[in-house]
């Protein structure tokens, strides 16, 4: 017999801590996290086995509950795949795998809020590890599908943990005995775990038999699918308990899908959009969270394409009658049927949420403020989709300084404009800012903020939408003076406004490709817009911060020749026109959010300024 000691990761103690502190008046959920542990084992098994018949469990698999009322403790045994000794230590030996480092930031000075820290152990996933909630030692025993060591974890939830490996012969799969603190010692109780069974657990497809020393082995789940029930069967509480038991959802769902579509295709979906974002939505991976199974056989969590990446926070079950069960997992993922599941899903989610936005803004606006990025992404990729995602899409007005939908802005168009006006920027307060919406707000027109980064990219994708072209308001041509009621427009190419414009255009020709007199500025002196063919600048900024070497094009350098500074240009000395033309262009990038493109040349400039005052 050979033991091994592992201390835990740095931080493992400390987030027990957290989680035993903070979920304490929820220790009843140890049970359905074990539970569920359990039986995604056995699925797992049961999965690995269609390829590899040997690993098949020979008879019928189960989840036994073994509670002794005398000594306090509760064994969960389970057929699964089991755990070698390298799945031990990646497993049970870390913590909130997904994230110790960047748990503890999240939870930050909070330690002490309760409710903070449960939404955070929501969103990162304690699993294994609320067994510490009510266990003073936990024992886990585990033999793997195909090996044949038998190995023994053991930790006290504190400082480490043990593997020893043992010759003791062991079914496959693994035994989780809980030794129970004395402050939970009421757990020991046969009528008591069965009711928190029928409570979470009911919908385990697995059975769940629980034995104590004087009791009958009784079945304490109904272990039918939920989503094969008729839903005009389930109450909300069902379809929450499933949510929360099944998904590992620590919230309560926004929208819950339940359908059975026959047809050329029969599958039947059993869906939730959340509440609140989990900590992964951003990751990289973009992994979505639906279950493929094939006739109530588990599948996989990650079929690619089951449902669209923009859509990865819906969580659920899909289950179809139309694919074989014996099909490799490539062809599952890249099958028509999979494809027509997805399309028709999808179609269901976006109607779905339409109906909440039309019923009750206000619990959309909160929807769309934890989602609303990731459903941007498939305005930007997602064609087909495109029109009906921007119908449900929120932004900001300059106007109502709320957000809006589209079809609001369209709506409040005046009779003129026929175009959608927007600006992107990196946070709302530089919009706000911008010299780019002087005209615009001084005419009354509104226009929409951008400030996502995603936003740059759909923006310049969508061109229109309902046949309104968008248009940038910083990087495209446009005439203000278009809108006027009266055809009252200032003229543009008065000789005066146009010598003093070719005047600053000869003090900085280098940096700039043009300068242009422009009516679109009222209190600002002169603004930046993209040259010929540019991009948007916030676009442009994102390929730059993400390729050093991506040079953006020279701007047009737009005068405001009604401004008093500008006015002044003509008369001063050539030193000093080019030191005002100079700075002006720099404020201009400033305002844009921008560093001045020569810092000392501009500090030279200012300070030449300040002497000639
Ligand atoms: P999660 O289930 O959310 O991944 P857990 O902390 O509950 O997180 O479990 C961590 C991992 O340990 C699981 O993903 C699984 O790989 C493994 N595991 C847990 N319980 C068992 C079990 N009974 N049998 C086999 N593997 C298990």
């Known amino acids: 017999m050979t033991v091994q000691t592992h201390d835990f990761e740095a931080d493992t103690g400390k987030i027990l801590n957290i989680v035993i502190n903070s979920l304490y008046s929820d220790r009843d959920i140890f049970l359905r996290e074990l539970l569920s542990n359990a039986s995604d084992a056995i699925h797992k098994r049961k999965f690995l086995g269609q390829t590899e018949p040997k690993l098949l469990n020979s008879s019928e698999d189960e989840i036994s509950i073994n509670v002794d009322e005398k000594k306090k403790t509760i064994e969960i045994i389970d057929t699964g795949i089991g755990l070698s000794a390298d799945d031990l230590t990646e497993t049970f030996g870390t913590i909130a795998r997904s994230g110790t480092s960047s748990f503890l930031e999240a939870i930050g000075e909070n330690t002490d809020n309760k409710d903070a820290a449960k939404t955070l152990i929501g969103k990162f996933g304690v699993g294994f590890y609320s067994a510490f909630m009510v266990a003073e030692k936990v024992v886990a025993t585990t033999r793997k599908a195909g090996e044949d060591d038998t190995l023994i974890w053991e930790s006290d939830g504190k400082t480490g943990y043990t593997i020893t490996s043992s010759s003791d012969a062991h079914e496959t799969g693994t035994s989780i005995k809980l030794f129970l603190r004395k402050d939970a010692k009421e757990y020991a109780d046969f009528q008591r775990?069965?009711?928190?069974?029928?409570?979470?657990?009911?919908?385990?497809?697995?059975?769940?038999?629980?034995?104590?020393?004087?009791?009958?082995?009784?079945?304490?789940?109904?272990a039918q699918a939920l989503w094969t029930r008729s839903p005009s069967e389930i109450s909300a509480e069902e379809y929450s308990e499933f949510y929360r038991s099944s998904l590992g959802a620590f919230d309560e769902?926004?929208?819950?899908?339940?359908?059975?579509?026959?047809?050329?295709?029969?599958?039947?979906?059993?869906?939730?959009?959340?509440?609140?974002?989990?900590?992964?939505?951003?990751?990289?991976?973009r992994k979505t969270k639906v279950s493929l199974y094939i006739n109530r056989v588990f599948i996989s969590q990650d079929v690619d394409?089951?449902?669209?990446?923009?859509?990865?926070?819906?969580?659920?079950?899909?289950?179809?009658?139309?694919?074989?069960?014996?099909?490799?997992?490539?062809?599952?993922?890249?099958?028509?049927?999979?494809?027509?599941?997805?399309?028709?899903?999808?179609?269901?989610?976006?109607?779905?949420?339409?109906?909440?936005?039309?019923?009750?803004?206000?619990?959309?606006?909160?929807?769309?403020?934890?989602?609303?990025?990731?459903?941007?992404?498939?305005?930007?990729?997602?064609?087909?989709?495109r029109e009906k995602i921007a119908e449900i899409t929120r932004v900001y007005s300059l106007k109502y300084e709320t957000l809006i939908s589209l079809d609001d802005y369209i709506e409040e168009m005046g009779e003129k404009q026929d175009k959608i006006y927007y600006l992107a920027a990196d946070t709302l307060k530089q919009a706000l800012s911008s010299p780019h919406l002087e005209g615009f707000q001084a005419k009354g027109v509104d226009v929409l903020l951008m400030t996502d980064p995603i936003d740059a990219f759909w923006m310049s994708q969508m061109i229109s939408y309902k046949e309104k072209a968008?248009?940038?308001?910083?990087?495209?041509?446009?005439?203000?003076?278009?809108?006027?009621?009266?055809?009252?427009?200032?003229?543009?190419?008065d000789e005066e406004t146009n010598t003093i414009a070719a005047l600053i255009k000869e003090c900085i020709t280098d940096l700039?490709?043009?300068?242009?007199?422009?009516?679109?500025?009222?209190?600002?002196?002169?603004r930046l817009v993209a040259g010929e063919g540019g991009l948007d600048f916030n676009l442009e900024r994102i390929l730059k911060a993400q390729n050093p070497d991506f040079e953006g094009g020279k701007k047009v350098l737009e005068v405001n020749c009604n401004h008093d500074l500008v006015k002044k240009i003509p008369a001063l000395s050539l030193d000093l026109q080019?030191?005002?033309?100079?700075?002006?262009?720099?404020?201009?990038?400033?305002?844009?959010?921008?560093?001045?493109?020569?810092?000392?040349?501009?500090?030279?400039?200012?300070?030449?300024?300040?002497?000639?005052?």
Do not use: C
């Open 305 to 385: 394409g089951i449902i669209p990446t923009w859509l990865r926070f819906v969580k659920g079950i899909l289950d179809t009658t139309s694919l074989d069960l014996n099909v490799s997992r490539e062809m599952v993922q890249n099958s028509p049927v999979i494809k027509k599941i997805s399309k028709s899903v999808t179609k269901k989610v976006l109607s779905e949420l339409k109906k909440k936005l039309k019923k009750d803004e206000t619990e959309y606006a909160a929807f769309w403020e934890q989602f609303g990025k990731v459903l941007k992404e498939g305005l930007y990729e997602d064609f087909e989709n």
């Open 193 to 222: 775990l069965k009711t928190l069974i029928k409570k979470y657990s009911d919908h385990i497809l697995v059975p769940i038999f629980v034995t104590a020393k004087d009791a009958e082995k009784e079945q304490a789940n109904s």
């Open 253 to 285: 769902p926004f929208i819950t899908l339940h359908n059975k579509t026959e047809g050329s295709i029969d599958f039947t979906n059993l869906l939730f959009v959340p509440k609140t974002a989990p900590f992964d939505l951003y990751e990289p991976e």
């Open 512 to 526: 700039v490709e043009d300068v242009k007199p422009t009516t679109a500025l009222v209190d600002s002196p002169v």
């Open 578 to 613: 080019k030191a005002v033309s100079r700075m002006l262009f720099e404020q201009a990038r400033v305002l844009d959010g921008e560093m001045p493109s020569d810092p000392q040349q501009f500090s030279k400039d200012l300070i030449a300024l300040g002497n000639a005052l």
């Open 470 to 493: 968008f248009l940038s308001i910083s990087r495209d041509k446009y005439d203000l003076s278009d809108l006027d009621d009266e055809a009252a427009a200032e003229a543009s190419d």
